[in-house]
Each structure stands twice: as structure tokens, then as C-alpha cells.
């Protein structure tokens, strides 16, 4: 059997973070790893869990999915 798939999900809303999580589990070759709140703090978890597959939210405070913050 294959390990799952690691999934990090990234959002600033809790409900949605929670429903996330709550559909990924359904899925049989799918784990929530781990979770963030901020782009920030996606960057962070996912340096340290290495996750296979980071789910983040277009408009995450600071940095998003799509791309990096001002200034850097």
C-alpha cells in the first residue's frame, strides 16, 4: 500500500480550513497534515512537515497562493 498523499491546507478563515479538512478526509489516500492560518505561517509549516501537496487560499494576509509578498 502506498502512503497517503500529505496535504497542507492554508486559510484564513477557520470554517473553511475546518471543511477542508473535513472533505480531504473522506478521501482514503489523503492526509491533513498539517494547517496554517497566513501565507507566513504556510511557508513556515510547510519548510518544517514537507507536505506533498499545499491547498492555499488565493487571498492568505501577507503572502497568497498565486504570489510572493511585496518586497521580497
Avoid at 497566513?38 to 498565486?66: F, K
Amino acid at each position: 500500500m502506498t502512503p497517503p498523499l500529505r496535504v497542507l491546507v492554508a486559510d484564513d478563515h477557520p470554517a473553511y480550513r475546518a471543511g477542508l479538512r473535513l472533505m480531504l478526509s473522506a478521501a482514503v489516500d489523503v492526509e491533513v497534515s498539517a494547517e496554517a492560518d497566513t501565507g507566513t505561517r504556510a511557508v513556515e509549516v510547510a519548510s518544517a512537515s514537507r507536505p506533498d501537496v499545499v491547498i492555499m487560499d488565493c487571498g492568505c494576509p501577507v503572502w497568497t497562493g498565486l504570489r510572493r509578498p511585496v518586497g521580497c
